[in-house]
Structures are given as C-alpha cells and as structure tokens.
C-alpha cells in the first residue's frame, strides 16, 4: 500500500516537474524581448519576416533537443558539461549567459514597468519597483520553488490568452504570411540572429533543462518523456511565436505607421493599440506585465544557476539569496537608467544570438559524441547531424551580424 503510494507521488511530482520546465522555457522565450523584436522586424521587413519566426523555431527545436537531453542526462548543470567537454570553457559560457542575461533582466523590469503604465498610467520608475519587488518576493517566500513553479505557469497561460485575443480582433492576411514564410522576398539575418537570441539564445536555451536538473527529473530513464516534453513545449510556443507575427502583421498591412526611430519607440504598445484602440492598448499593458515579470524570473532564476560554475555547492538558501540579488541589481540600475527599453531589448537580443554558438560548439555537440559523458545512452545521429548543421548556421548568421547587432547600441 505505501509503495503504490509512494509510486503514485513519484509520478505526479515528475510530471508537475516537467509541467514547469516547459512553462519556464516558453516564458522565457516569450518575454518582452521576443514581443518588440517580433514587433520591430514585422514593420521593417512585413511578412517576409515570417522566414525569420520559421527558422527560429526550426533552431529552437534542435537546440532544446540537445540541451535538454545532455544536461539530463549527465546531471550536470551546463557551465559544469562545458568544462568537462572542454576544461576551462565553462567560465566563458557562465560569465556570457549571466551578462546576457542581467541585462535582459533591466529590460524585462522595464518592459513590466511599461505593461503597468499602460493598465493604470503609473510611473515607470514606480512599475519597475513594484514589478521588481514581486519578483524578489516569490524567491524570498518559505517555498520559492513552488511559488515560482506556479507563477510561470500562471503567466505563461495569461499572456498565451491574451496574444489570441489581440491576433482574434485583427484579421492578418495569413494567405500572405504562409507564402512569405517559405518563400520571402527578403531575408535579413540580423534580423534572424536577433529573434534566435531573444527566443532561444544566452540563457534562455538552458531554463527548462536546469529546472528538469533542480527537480530530479534526470537519468536514461527519464529521457524519453524529457523529449517528449521538450517537443510540446516547442510546439505550443511555436504556434503562439506565429500568432503573434501575425497579429502584428494584420496591423502593418492595415496602413499603421509604426514608430522605429526614436528613442522612446515601443513598436509592441503602438501595434496593439492601432489593432483594439485603448482596449488594445490595455491588452498590450497586461500582456508586457505578464511577460516582463516571467521573464524577470527566468532570466533570474537561469543566470544564477550559472553561478555555480564559480561557486560550487550554494545551498537553496544562498541560490534564493542570490536571484533575489540579481534582480535587487537589475531594478536598481534599470532606476538609474530610467530610459525605454526597446533598444535594450533588441540589442541583448542579438547578444544572445552571438553567445549561442558559442554555447553549442563549446559543449552540446561535443559533449554528445563523448561517451564518458553520455555513458551507455544511445544518442540519436539524426539528432547530432542536425545539430552541427544547426551550429555551423549560427555562427555564421553571428558572423555576417556582428557588426550590425552592436549598431543596436547607438538606439539606447
């Protein structure tokens, strides 16, 4: 009797587990950033940019494959594997996925910041405080990890509602967004580099995979439902990335003017409220709350995880300590800095979307051909090609943007 018992709870607390790891990786694929990059390069490139959604989910796909499996698999965080697979390189990829990070923390306070204006006309110094300190309270209170777990979820669903009701009230011209998504008439891999960055780059990639290594969901055993679960998360997002493109569009092809040049430019709000008017308007402030505090959490909780590349064994004490730091951090300076985050966000954006091949060849691929690593599991070829077709894709869209991502710089 208590064996079935204790069988029956194994199983829902795995489950649960995997729930809030995919919630984890789909809000933190979703957060502001993706919002005003999706929102951005739809009023520059209109539906040519549909390539740019397609191919972000194609890499998204393989990336989270690879990631979940090998970190599972090892039971190594990621720093941890880099430094195995390649002694030393886990350092670098720490201190790039923390930086990254941090500064997609300021923005995604920011972009909480502006959400609560847009619902209630509150300063945004004052949003940012209040949006920061409910994201240091779920880590401060006595069960973080549930508290955290649930809000993901919770979040994760509200914005999922609110991005069909905006793409519901604008009829976008899906005929011609499925015809430019395979066949655009332009293609601007900054643009793309920058979407993967928001998406899937710096530590976004790496947030379900760690919250799957934090709850114990780890082992050859697991590993079949672990990809499983990293398919539907990718689905789900997927189709809720190309929703979004589209509500957008509907808005562009209408005849808006959307403002890309100056500096307090929020191209997310003005689509919004060009689509649904005030209501719109207030939609967009729900939706860019529920992104930024996710997102702040995210980005929090996966950037500190990191940290144990240089300080091993934290206790969940001292990790709680830690994100709740991390986050004190990025509100102060996001006070002091007191501008809009549009620029931010698309530049870290494109950061992000540099560090991922870097993350990828350091580790992934070669930690997957290492059997000292992978033990007795059999890992899938397909997989592996497709994979180092993926990271030799990265780099190079990293090489021809380079110089273009840091032009970023000069809209902050």
């Given amino acids: 009797m208590n064996s079935t018992l204790s069988k029956k709870s194994f199983f829902s607390e795995r489950q649960w587990s995997i729930i809030a790891s995919i919630f984890l990786m789909a809000t933190s694929a979703m957060g502001p950033g993706f919002l005003t990059q999706t929102a951005t390069f739809t009023a520059k490139m209109g539906a040519a940019f549909g390539f740019g959604i397609l191919l972000s989910i194609i890499i998204d796909y393989v990336v989270q494959q690879n990631i979940w499996r090998v970190v599972t698999l090892t039971q190594k965080r990621a720093s941890d594997i880099a430094n195995l697979a390649l002694p030393g390189s886990g350092y670098l990829l720490a201190f790039l996925v923390i930086l990254g990070g941090f500064f997609f923390s300021i923005g995604n306070i920011a972009g909480a910041a502006l959400g609560l204006n847009a619902l209630f006309g509150l300063d945004t110094k004052w949003g940012g405080v209040l949006s920061g300190a409910l994201a240091i309270f779920i880590f401060s209170s006595r069960k973080a990890t549930l508290a955290m777990d649930k809000s993901m979820i919770l979040f994760g669903l509200l914005k999922i ?185 698309i530049f870290v954006g494109g950061f992000n979307g540099l560090v991922l091949p870097i993350g990828l060849t350091i580790f992934m691929y070669v930690a997957a051909c290492r059997k000292d690593l992978m033990g007795n599991y059999n890992y899938p070829k397909w997989l592996i090609v497709v994979g180092i077709l993926t990271c030799i894709l990265t780099w190079w869209m990293g090489y021809i943007s380079f110089t273009t991502v840091f032009n970023y710089l000069n809209k902050l």
């Avoid at 293609?187 to 290594?213: E, K, N, P, Q, S």
């Avoid at 500190?304 to 994100?323: D, E, G, H, R």
Wanted: glycine fraction near 10%; proline fraction near 4%; charge should be positive.
């Fill in 161 to 345: 509602a609110l991005i069909i009701i905006v793409a519901a009230i604008v009829v976008p011209p899906v005929g011609l967004a499925v015809h430019q998504t395979f066949l655009p008439d332009q293609i601007d891999f900054a643009a793309i580099t920058t979407i993967v960055g928001g998406t899937v780059g710096g530590y976004i990639c790496y947030a379900g995979a760690h919250r799957l290594l934090d709850k114990g969901t780890v082992g050859p055993e697991h590993i079949d439902e672990v990809a499983k679960a990293a398919t539907k998360g990718i689905i789900v997002v997927g189709i809720m990335r190309y929703i979004l493109f589209l509500a957008i569009l509907g808005v562009v092809v209408s005849g808006a003017t959307i403002d890309l040049a100056s500096h307090n430019a929020n191209p997310a709000a003005q689509a919004f409220q060009y689509a649904a008017g005030t209501f719109g308007f207030k939609l967009f402030g729900l939706v860019f709350w529920a992104a930024g505090i996710s997102s702040t959490i995210g980005a929090a909780y996966t950037s500190v995880s990191f940290m144990t590349a240089f300080k091993k064994n934290m206790t969940p004490k001292q990790n709680n300590i830690a994100t709740s730091s991390f986050i004190a951090l990025a509100l102060l300076l996001f006070v002091l800095w007191g501008k809009a985050p549009a620029g931010l966000l």
